[in-house]
């Protein structure tokens, strides 16, 4: 269908926050983290701004709330917890919610967070990972257990292949050569690598990706793709033990 358009707002030192928008001049906004170039946004291109959505409660991605309902007071705020600030929605797994352009299935994944949702919107195709999933990696176990994060990814992995995915930071190079260095796999890596210098030569950015290619060589959501079978086998290791060993490898590289 791809009916909206997403446009990416580069925040804090390496955040990302999202504006869904249509012909229409409609929009809603996923994880604020300031609130100063979305308002630009906003208003350099006449949206009318209704909703915000929230994955989880720190502060990197609800940091904006706050002076968008100054300029916008309109706005209602969804988000899992009534500890985030405004909250009037609170949204649970499987959850539809409707903004002004699109509608979200709500897919709880505790790991990173307690409280941490996703955003799919199926008919788009397009899903809001906030600090679940990153390109080539995932978000640290903060508030839950590796077994919570890894049945979390599990659920990511399970969505449609063609999805396309916004993550709420830019830390793909970093997973990148954290892979190939703890794999010891570097040739195959080679092809997405390059991928993915031309991507951010070109665009400053490796967002948005594809769920498809993510199966391939993110071993952290499926390890059952070529790669990981391989890796299994060399190391003795079943899905879950591969898992905690690139998490817990990752949390000290
Ligand atoms: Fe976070």
Redo the contacts with the bound molecule.
Sequence with gaps: MNSVKVKVINQLKDNYSFIIYSKNGKACVIDPAESLPIIKFIKNNNLKIKDIFIT?H?K??TGGIEGLIKIFPQVNIHSPSSNIENTKFILQNNDEVESSINSFKIISTPG??LDHIVYYDKNNKILFC??TLFRLGC?RV?EGTLNQMYSSLQKINEIESKTVIYC?HEYTMKNLTFLETTLGKQNLYLDIRQKIESEIEFHNQSIPFELYEEKSYNLFLNQESKIGELIKKELKLDNFELFKYLREGKDNF
């Design positions: 989880h720190h990197d991605h990173h967070t906030g600090d978000g903060f709420g």
